[in-house]
């Protein structure tokens, strides 16, 4: 069974509208990581965000903001005021404190910013 | 700081023919781990160490695939002998266990084609 699940295969948006990335995770352990990481066109995996399974604070960095619920087994990603920039293929990745430090990523959404 | 560097960036290789790929993790890292990302299967873990030992290979395709990490500072992924089937980027990433979590920092990746 598919332990992150990113139902948002492809997404596309106009420039300055505001975009939630979706990602539902799946786990019995009461300790547990998220994390959310960026890969532009370049290739290159950037870290973006990791919150703990008991810190449900919800986090703002900038136009990015990332809504953790444990309700639902949610952590959505929003990204405010959209870029071309911004443009990228974006996963979340679940770590089990049970299984050690593998991560399990979801397949990915790829965001494109229409200028 | 230096991030996760690999080499080469590229790879181009004849059926048969032994890669290796290489990788120099975050220096203070005591994990390290290897990717594969195909669009057909996204990304995959194919083995990792902690403190230079081999943790879980069960992601390793088949024998020939092979990981070694002599030291804390370099880690190989070879493939002998090379299909065309293992064209993929190949991504190395290191980790720093702490207490509140830890997240994983990846190299620029290695685009492996086998003709």
């Known amino acids: 069974a598919q332990k992150v699940t990113q139902a948002q295969t492809e997404i596309s948006v106009v420039e300055k509208e505001d975009v939630t990335l979706d990602c539902v995770y799946e786990?019995?352990?009461?300790?547990?990581?998220l994390f959310w990481y960026k890969q532009p066109p370049s290739g290159e995996l950037v870290f973006l965000i990791r919150?703990?399974?008991?810190?449900?604070q919800n986090e703002i960095s900038g136009r990015y903001s990332w809504n953790f619920q444990k309700s639902t087994s949610s952590f959505n990603f929003t990204i405010t005021a959209s870029q071309v920039v911004d443009s990228a293929v974006y996963f979340c990745?679940?770590?089990?404190?049970?299984?050690?430090?593998?991560?399990?990523f979801g397949t990915g959404t790829s965001l494109t910013v229409i200028p | 700081d230096a991030g996760v560097i690999q080499s080469p960036r590229h790879e181009v290789t004849e059926m048969g023919q032994e890669v290796t790929l290489r990788c120099k993790p975050i220096?203070?890292?005591?994990?390290l781990f290897w990717y594969r990302q195909t669009m057909m299967r996204g990304l995959e873990l194919l083995i990792y160490?902690?403190?230079?030992?081999?943790?879980?290979d069960s992601g390793m395709p088949e024998d020939r695939f092979s990981a070694k990490m002599p030291n804390a500072s370099f880690s190989t992924l070879k493939i002998q002998p090379s299909e065309p089937r293992d064209s993929a980027v190949y991504f190395c990433?290191?980790?720093?266990?702490?207490?509140?979590?830890?997240?994983?920092?990846f190299g620029p990746g290695t685009r492996l084609t086998v003709t």
């Open positions: 990433a290191s980790s720093l266990w702490l207490a509140g979590g830890f997240e994983q920092y």
């Open positions: 786990t019995r352990d009461t300790t547990y990581y």
């Open positions: 919150r703990n399974s008991f810190d449900e």
């Open positions: 990745a679940l770590s089990e404190a049970r299984t050690g430090n593998q991560f399990y």
């Open positions: 220096s203070g890292h005591d994990y």
């Open positions: 160490f902690n403190n230079n030992v081999p943790i879980d």
